[in-house]
C-alpha cells in the first residue's frame, strides 16, 4: 500500500506525511522524489523542485499518462512536461519497490492510471492556522504569508489540472480528506489506523 498525501500550503502535510511514515515503519518520499526526478531526467535538482510552481499550461497529457510514452525520450517536450515525465517513472518505481508515503506531485493520479493500489489523502486547514505556520516556520509578515499561501495553493492547483485532469482539494478526488487543525500527531494516528485496518 501507497499513501499519498496532497496538501494546502502550511498546512503541516509534509509533517503528517513524514510521521506517519515513521509511525508505519515504511519510508517517505518527498524531497527524494525530486533527487530521483533528478536523476532521471538529466534536469537539475532546482529545476525539478521549482517545477510545481513554474510548469507551462496547455499541453494535452493524457498520452503520456495513460501510457505507452511515459517511458520514452520526449526531448521534443517543453523542460516542465520532460520533468513530469521522468517524475512520473519515479513515483511508480517507489510505489513498485514497497510500501511507502508520497508526499505531493500528482502522486495520487499517477498511481491511480497506473493502477496501483494506493490510499489518497487530502491534508488541508483552517487559513488563520496555515498563516501562523508559515509565519513560524519563514519568520515573514502576516500580510507576506497570505500572500505566499494563495500562491502555493493556485500554483498547487494549476499543477494539478495540468497533469492529473483532476480538481485539486475537490473531496470526491480522495479517499480521506481531513484538517491538520485536529493536531498533527492525532491526524497521524487517524490514518496510520485506516491503513492498518
Not at 520526449?74 to 517513472?89: G, K, M, T
Not at 491534508?123 to 492556522?129: D, M, R, S, T, V
Request: net charge positive.
Amino acid at each position: 500500500m501507497t499513501i499519498t498525501i496532497s496538501r494546502e500550503y502550511g498546512s503541516g502535510g509534509s509533517e503528517i506525511g513524514h510521521k506517519l511514515a515513521d509511525m508505519l515503519g515504511i519510508p517517505c518520499y518527498d524531497k527524494t522524489v525530486t533527487e530521483m526526478t533528478a536523476a532521471i531526467s538529466g534536469f537539475p535538482a532546482d529545476t525539478v523542485a521549482d517545477s510545481e510552481d513554474k510548469s507551462s499550461m496547455g499541453l494535452d497529457y493524457s498520452g503520456y499518462m495513460y501510457g505507452y510514452g511515459l517511458f520514452s525520450t520526449n526531448h521534443f517536450l517543453p523542460i516542465y512536461d520532460q520533468i513530469f515525465i521522468a517524475q512520473s517513472q519515479a513515483i511508480i518505481q517507489l510505489a513498485k519497490k514497497s510500501d511507502c508515503v508520497i508526499v505531493g506531485r500528482c502522486a495520487s493520479d499517477i498511481l491511480n492510471k497506473h493502477k496501483i493500489p494506493c490510499l489518497n489523502v487530502f491534508i488541508h486547514a483552517p487559513l488563520e492556522e496555515r498563516v501562523a505556520r508559515i509565519r513560524s516556520r519563514h519568520d515573514i509578515s502576516e500580510d507576506k504569508a497570505r500572500k505566499f499561501i494563495k500562491k502555493n495553493d493556485k500554483a498547487r492547483a494549476n499543477y494539478h489540472r495540468k497533469y492529473a485532469y483532476t480538481e485539486w482539494g475537490k473531496t470526491q478526488n480522495y479517499h480521506l480528506t481531513i484538517s491538520s487543525s485536529l493536531g498533527i500527531d492525532k491526524v497521524v494516528k487517524i490514518i496510520a489506523d485506516i491503513v492498518r485496518g
